[in-house]
Nanobody
Framework: QVQLVESGGGLVQAGGSLRLSCAAS??????MAWFCQPPGKEREFVAA?????YYADSVKGRFTISRDNAKNTVYLQMNSLKPEDTAVYYC???????????????????WGQGTQVTVSS
């Protein structure tokens, strides 16, 4: 059974940092990504990693995605957090995603349950 389990969310003040983790079990994936859903908004792309990393413009220079293949885990290091980063963050994974579709959530068939990140001002 394939599972993605996120951890690391929480409450942090603006300017602070958090590191999210997503541990996959059951299989390995070539593409792993983070999406977020702010309150009252649609879920949106944050970052993805294959052999290279991809970022939403809103997080470039502040967030870093990385992966540990030995642990089958992807991380999202979030620095200089802003109140507008407040959202539920979801891990997603799959192995059939082309580079042009890496930001398209519909292309990911495996999802975690989400972890809440709240940034206070």
């Amino acid at each position: 059974q394939v599972q993605l389990v996120e951890s690391g969310g929480g409450l942090v003040q603006a300017g602070g940092s958090l590191r999210l983790s997503c541990a996959a079990s059951g299989r390995t994936f070539s593409s792993m990504a983070w999406f977020c859903q702010p309150p009252g908004k649609e879920r949106e792309f944050v970052a993805a990693i294959t052999y290279t990393a991809y970022y939403a413009d809103s997080v470039k220079g502040r967030f870093t995605i990385s992966r540990d293949n030995a642990k089958n885990t992807v991380y999202l290091q979030m620095n200089s957090l802003k109140p507008e980063d407040t959202a539920v963050y979801y891990c997603a994974a799959d192995s059939t995603i082309t580079r042009s579709a890496i930001r398209v959530q519909a292309r990911y068939n495996y999802w975690g349950q989400g972890t809440q990140v709240t940034v206070s001002s």
